[in-house]
């Protein structure tokens, strides 16, 4: 039996009869202040230090934690300009080849398989209209692609790792 993780993952088996309230509370907390320590975590979710750790240890193991990173403020580093690209292919493409084509274009921060008249959503980041402009040819040349529709951010509302 599987569960759909927030994420969109699945999850079989035995990773979600092992996550309970606690784990959740951890992930939240470490989703909140990724900074704390297992100390201070601990002291939010009623557990010790060394019972968190081995919490958090035991979602890596499991793959309920996939990683930790650093959020970077993209317009400090001059990523001003973010589009959102509808592709509509040619026939019918597997999804590897799509990914496959745009896995080594670094404009696209992220990539999806859609339901409805598009074949596929792509999260494209540049520093300007030109270098958005540049990075759209690439992205047409670089599968069997019909056609594409650019939605250009104007603002972001929301955003958020989890709900």
Known sequence: MCWERLSGDLLCGRVMDRLDDTDERILAELNE???ATFAEIGQRVNLSA???KRRVDRMLDDGVI?????VVDRNAL??????Y???FCHGTIAPERLRAAWV???E???AATVTGTADAVLHVLARDMRHL???LERIRSSADIERSESIVVLSNLIERALP
């Open 50 to 52: 060394p019972a968190v």
């Open 66 to 70: 996939r990683g930790f990173t650093t």
């Open 108 to 110: 696209v921060v992220s």
């Open 78 to 83: 001059g990523w001003n300009t973010e589009a």
């Open 104 to 106: 080594d274009i670094p």
């Open 33 to 35: 202040h990724a900074r």
């Open 85 to 87: 690209v509808l592709v």
């Open 133 to 135: 402009e540049e990075a």
